[in-house]
């Protein structure tokens, strides 16, 4: 898979991508993260990006021209053979739709996923109604771009692709995969603070270990996030 990142500020990428998980998918091809700086794509001598909104307002709003260069630049590029590549290109916005598990399973699906980053006082609603299949929203809050928000959907689909986590069972188990919280964990050592790990876990009885992890999934959600059981 290929995901490319249109953005202001390629710098803010570099240490998160090249550590960790994502640093050792993509040293073993298992996904491709490719950067582009939305200035390049701008013909002006200053490298414009943004003006001021019609009607009067505070802030500044991203200019559709050079989005539109980039993201189409970006859309031509070949990544698949013998057939037609499966691409999405996903604003990064306040107003888009939550980031949730079953958004982003729906997305590893895809040959070539591009985030375009907003900034400022956003989007030009014409970029959104010429480029935008899908907006991507972290939560009910605002931050300074979509940098944060980019770096928050890479993670969460390449740790899903074939390969990525090592134990192909790893992402099948954690929160939100069948709209739960995840169980309890627990390793070494058996007593800490006084505090003891379930024998359950230490009987090595699989069915038992099973039906206790599924329970106590069930309770904690029905605890901490009842909204996920409606």
Same mark, same amino acid.
């Given at each position: ?5 249109? $953005?202001?500020?390629p ?6 991508? *090249?550590?960790?998980?994502? @640093? ?12 582009h ?15 001021? #909104? +019609?009607? @009067?307002g ?9 989005l +539109?260069?980039?993201?189409? *630049?970006?859309?031509?590029? %070949? ?9 999405? $290109?996903?604003f990064? $916005?306040p107003? @888009?739709?939550?980031?949730?598990? &079953? /958004?982003?399973? =729906?997305?590893?699906k ?8 907003g ?17 991507? *929203? ?5 931050? $300074?771009? =979509? ?6 959907v ?5 740790? /899903?692709? %074939? ?8 992402a099948?188990?954690e *929160?939100?995969?069948?709209?739960l919280?995840?169980?309890?964990? +627990?390793?070494?050592?058996r007593?800490?603070q @006084? /505090? ?5 876990l ?20 029905k &605890?901490?996030r #009842?909204?996920?059981?409606?």
């Amino acid at each position: 898979m290929r995901i490319d990142i249109i $953005t202001l500020f390629p710098e803010m990428f570099g240490p998160v991508f *090249s550590q960790s998980i994502l @640093g050792r998918a993509q040293r073993q091809g298992l996904v491709q993260i490719v950067l582009h700086n939305l200035r390049d794509y701008t013909y002006d001598r200053h490298r414009t990006v943004d003006d001021t #909104p +019609y009607g @009067g307002g505070s802030g500044m709003v991203l200019k559709p021209e050079p989005l +539109y260069e980039a993201v189409n *630049s970006v859309k031509s590029i %070949p990544v698949t053979f013998q057939r037609e590549a499966i691409r999405k $290109t996903a604003f990064l $916005t306040p107003q @888009g739709q939550p980031l949730k598990q &079953n /958004l982003v399973q =729906g997305l590893t699906k895809l040959d070539q996923l591009i985030l375009v980053c907003g900034h400022y006082e956003g989007f030009d609603e014409r970029s959104r109604i010429l480029l935008a299949e899908l907006e991507i *929203s972290l939560g009910d809050f605002v931050l $300074t771009g =979509g940098e944060i928000a980019a770096m928050a959907v890479t993670d969460a689909v390449a740790r /899903l692709l %074939p390969g990525v986590l090592g134990d192909e069972y790893s992402a099948e188990e954690e *929160s939100f995969t069948e709209d739960l919280l995840e169980y309890p964990q +627990y390793t070494r050592p058996r007593v800490f603070q @006084g /505090l003891e790990v379930p024998e359950v876990l230490l009987s090595g009885n699989h069915k038992e270990i099973a039906l206790w992890r599924r329970n106590q999934s069930l309770e904690r959600t029905k &605890n901490r996030r #009842p909204d996920l059981l409606k």
